[in-house]
């Protein structure tokens, strides 16, 4: 599975985000090919306040459908609002590959026992 995302970084205008990432997102969800989506709404950092206010994941079964879904109409509009709607240095897009595991835990191997 890989992933396209899109990093944004805490708006100045926070209603003025939220308007234009609702109208993103609404293109967004019209591409073809989407396994599943992800936003992430970002509370903060371990070590102060963090630079980033959401993240969008969009997942896909691989890059050649991933690649597809951008060239498409709906890609490419999502794409135009995207450059439009939200200035350079404000976000960052990128994809990924994804491994996932159930749970979260690495099993006692008996590490740091007497």
Do not use: C, H
Not at 22 to 37: C, K, S, T
């Amino acid at each position: 599975m890989v992933k396209f995302a899109i990093t944004f970084r805490q708006p100045q205008n926070v209603a003025a985000f939220e308007n234009a990432y609702n109208d993103l997102l609404a293109l967004i969800e019209r591409m073809p090919g989407i396994r599943r989506r992800q936003v992430v709404n970002v509370l903060g950092s371990p070590v102060g306040d963090a630079p980033y206010y959401r993240v969008l994941e969009v997942y896909f079964d691989d890059m050649e459908r991933l690649r597809a879904s951008l060239r498409s109409e709906a890609g490419q509009a999502a794409g135009a609002e995207l450059g439009r709607r939200f200035e350079g240095g404000t976000y960052q897009a990128w994809f990924a590959e994804v491994y996932e595991e159930d749970g979260g835990q690495t099993p006692d191997a008996g590490v740091g026992k007497d």
